[in-house]
């Protein structure tokens, strides 16, 4: 099995390249991981900096003493990806994130779409926001990843096609079979640059979201001869542009 991950602000070492892992990533290392002498394991910031390390000794019930063997940065992969998420309901949003995450997504964006019955405003919307960011950190740990997904904030549908806009490939997952939409299988994608995908709502992409899409330069495509909902499409969809990309070689 890989070793566990933990996040850290740095990697200030003291004596000896000791690192002192405390907190709530020692609490966890220590009370539930339950991580003994000789047990390797990883520090990261979740910007792509890792520290390899092996245990030391723990102390009490938070505090992990690890000496730091090494510590590297992992290149931005290429080509970037980019999943522009609509909201869905109650905790599919949350699911959509996490598997996404453990997939590879890169970075990934709540949008507001006109069929969304999920409605982020105010406090409410802060708090769910806060949720995706913490789904995001807790599966990339839980995925051995040292580089996070970027959740952005709320989204509308003009910024969206702004950020399409700006992609050297840009794509709208849309199941109108009849309209005779790309298969995503066979589009021709950039080895490096920006990949932008768009999951609509449980309701579909509206139409005049889609013309605005099109105007910015995406195009409609399709996963398959299924529909899937949109807190999985999404993560299908990455793991498709990975495998395709040859992220995943």
């Known amino acids: 099995m890989t070793a566990p991950v933990f996040v850290v602000e740095n990697f200030d070492a003291g004596v000896g390249g000791r690192y002192v892992l405390d907190g709530p990533e020692g609490r966890h290392a220590v009370s539930v991981k339950r991580l003994k002498a000789g047990e390797d394991v990883i520090l990261t910031d979740g910007a792509g900096r890792r520290a390899d390390c092996v245990v030391l000794v723990a102390e009490g019930k938070d505090r992990l003493i690890v000496q730091l063997d090494s510590v590297s940065e992992e290149p931005p992969p290429q080509p970037r990806i980019t999943v522009v998420q609509a909201l869905p309901k109650g905790d599919r949003g949350e699911l959509a994130v996490e598997t996404m995450t453990e997939v590879g997504v890169d970075a990934i964006v709540p949008w507001q779409a006109a069929r969304c019955i999920t409605q982020w405003k105010g406090e409410r919307g802060l708090k769910a926001l806060g949720k995706w960011r913490a789904t995001a950190r807790e599966a990339g740990k839980q995925s051995r990843r040292v580089r996070f997904p970027e ?17 050297d ?63 999985t499409a999404g993560t299908a969809a990455t793991a498709l542009l990975l495998g395709r990309t040859g992220r995943w070689s």
């Open 151 to 167: 959740v952005a904030d709320a989204a509308s549908t003009k910024q969206v096609a702004a950020l399409l806009a700006k992609a």
């Open 169 to 231: 490939f840009a794509a709208v997952l849309h199941s109108d079979f009849e309209r005779g939409s790309e298969p995503l299988a066979t589009a021709q994608l950039p080895d490096e640059g920006e990949i932008v995908l768009v999951v609509g709502p449980e309701g579909g992409v509206a139409k005049d979201e889609l013309a605005l899409f099109e105007e910015a330069g995406a195009r409609a495509y399709v996963l398959g001869p299924t529909v899937l909902r949109t807190s």
